[in-house]
Antibody, heavy 122, light 114 residues
């Protein structure tokens, strides 16, 4: 069965960096686009970033553009989110989500990981 | 960007009764070439990740009970729970996946048991 396991969250000071990872299993990872979605405490869902199945296309929410970088290693079935210049309003649970298809197919998210919590605080 | 708005923000429904959540988008999410509405519904229970319930506005994900149904087209959509069960207490989100990026979600509707 599909499994997505996030790691790398923690408490970090404003302005510092953090790298999140998502380990995938149970499906042909290299055939699917992948997503990051976050949820601030007590708030709704906010899309963060997408990466195409081959890693050639990447897009970001305006709120993280220029600070976050999404990447993937299909040989290791891993996706990452490098977060720099972190701000208190980046505090959230970060979910890795599997796209239902290839990038550009008007896709929805059919599987989600359990999430990893990032807290940005001095 | 397409703005997605849900109503109400919360509702309390008795066990066995019908619950209805509305979702509207600022632009049509109907793709005329395939006649599909690019609108999905997710359920999120406390301390759990979201779970896909419905996609293409009305197609139930595998394993989702048939008491959940989605309807609507263009800019107006509805998620209905025909006979509310205790395990249906959750927050429900709609999401447009028509004009992306960005993918945009509604603000969520909390369903409680009365």
């Amino acid at each position: 069965q599909v499994q997505l396991v996030e790691s790398g969250g923690g408490v970090v000071q404003p302005g510092r960096s953090l790298r999140l990872s998502c380990a995938a299993s149970g499906f042909p990872f290299s055939s699917y686009a992948m997503q990051w979605v976050r949820q601030a405490p007590g708030k709704g869902l906010e899309w963060v970033a997408v990466i195409s199945e081959d890693g050639s296309s990447k897009y970001y929410a305006d709120s993280v553009k220029g600070r976050f970088t999404i990447s993937r290693d299909n040989s290791k079935k891993m996706m990452s989110l490098q977060m720099t210049s972190l701000r208190p309003d980046d505090t959230a649970m970060y979910y890795c989500a599997k796209d239902q298809g290839r990038y550009g197919a008007g896709s929805y998210f059919d599987r989600w990981g359990q999430g990893t919590l990032v807290t940005v605080s001095s | 960007d397409i703005v997605v708005t849900q109503s109400p923000d919360s509702l309390a429904v008795s066990l066995g009764e019908r619950a209805t959540i509305n979702c509207s988008s600022s632009q049509s999410v109907l793709f005329s070439s395939n006649n599909k509405n690019y609108l999905s519904w997710y359920q999120q229970k406390p301390r759990q990740p979201p779970k896909l319930l419905i996609y293409w506005a009305s197609t139930r994900e595998s394993g989702v009970p048939d008491r959940f149904s989605g309807s609507g087209s263009g800019t107006e959509f509805t998620l209905a729970i025909s006979s509310l069960q205790a395990e249906d207490a959750a927050v429900y989100y709609c999401q447009q996946h028509y004009r992306t990026p960005p993918w945009t979600f509604g603000q969520g509707t909390k369903v409680e048991i009365k």
